[in-house]
C-alpha cells in the first residue's frame, strides 16, 4: 500500500503562484498515474489534474487549464502540481492519489484512485 505525502501548501495572494509535491517514500511511483483533487470547505472533493503512467498524457479540468501544470519527476519519485494566477476560488486541502490500473491515458475521477495522500491546505488569500 503507497503513502503518499503532499507538501508545498500554504498561504498565496492572489495571482501568486505555489507548486505542491507528492512523494512515497518506500515504493516507486513509477507503475502509478496520479491525480490530483482538491476540496474547498462545504463542497465536494473535485479532480482538477492527473498524469498518466509515462507522463505522455496529461488531462486538466477547465477551472485550472492554462494555469496549473502537472508534471512527474521518476529520479525523484515525486509529482507536482505547479500552480500559477491563483485566485480565491483555489483555496481547498488539495490530495494527490494513486492509480493502479495498466493504461496509457489517466481520468480524473476519484473512484479510479486506491492510494492518497493526507492533504496539503492551500490558501488564497489577500
Known amino acids: 500500500q503507497l503513502q503518499l505525502v503532499e507538501s508545498g501548501g500554504g498561504l498565496v495572494q492572489p495571482g501568486g503562484s505555489l507548486r505542491l509535491s507528492c512523494s512515497d517514500s518506500?515504493?516507486?511511483?513509477?507503475?502509478?498515474?496520479i491525480g490530483w483533487f482538491r476540496q474547498a470547505p462545504g463542497k465536494e472533493r473535485e479532480g482538477i489534474s492527473c498524469i498518466s503512467r509515462s507522463g505522455d498524457s496529461r488531462n486538466y479540468v477547465d477551472s485550472v487549464k492554462g494555469r496549473f501544470t502537472i508534471s512527474r519527476s521518476a529520479a525523484k519519485n515525486t509529482e507536482y502540481l505547479q500552480m500559477n494566477s491563483q485566485t480565491d476560488e483555489d483555496t481547498a486541502v488539495y490530495y494527490c492519489?494513486?492509480?493502479?490500473?495498466?493504461?496509457?491515458?489517466?481520468?480524473?475521477?476519484?473512484?479510479?484512485?486506491?492510494?492518497w495522500g493526507q492533504g496539503t491546505q492551500v490558501n488564497v488569500s489577500s
Open positions: 518506500r515504493f516507486t511511483l513509477d507503475y502509478y498515474a
Open positions: 492519489a494513486a492509480d493502479p490500473k495498466t493504461r496509457s491515458s489517466c481520468i480524473i475521477w476519484p473512484n479510479e484512485y486506491d492510494s
